[in-house]
Nanobody
């Protein structure tokens, strides 16, 4: 299983970015998939998830601003991020689960998002 993120960058507060995660060796919608982030000095946190039933869940800090989606034909997971804030600055990772438990053994290498005020 290989996950490759892209789409990160530097934007000003209020801007938007769309992250992509191309997945190989794994079929989207099989189990849970999601986006996580880790800021310097902080623990990794879940940002947006698809559960195995296809329902979405978001961290309170990003509700109404971020949207997770997927293109099954392209085996790609997306994270649309709008109204970005400096506190969204972090390395963003996509991850895939190997079973119904929503544990994530498969991770990408990450893409950096930096939001300036």
């Amino acid at each position: 299983v290989q996950l490759v993120e892209s789409g990160g960058g530097s934007v000003q507060s209020g801007g938007s970015l769309r992250l992509s995660c191309v997945v190989s060796g794994y079929t989207l919608s099989t189990y849970c998939m999601g986006w996580f982030r880790q800021a310097p000095g902080k623990e990794r946190e879940g940002v947006a998830l698809f559960n195995s039933g296809g329902k979405t869940a978001y961290a309170d800090s990003v509700k109404g601003r971020f949207a997770i989606s997927q293109d099954n034909a392209k085996n790609t997971l997306f994270l649309q991020m709008n109204s970005l804030k400096p506190e969204d600055t972090a390395m963003y990772y996509c991850a895939a689960s190997s079973n119904q438990s929503c544990l994530f053994p498969y991770w990408g290498q990450g893409t950096q998002v930096t939001v300036s005020s």
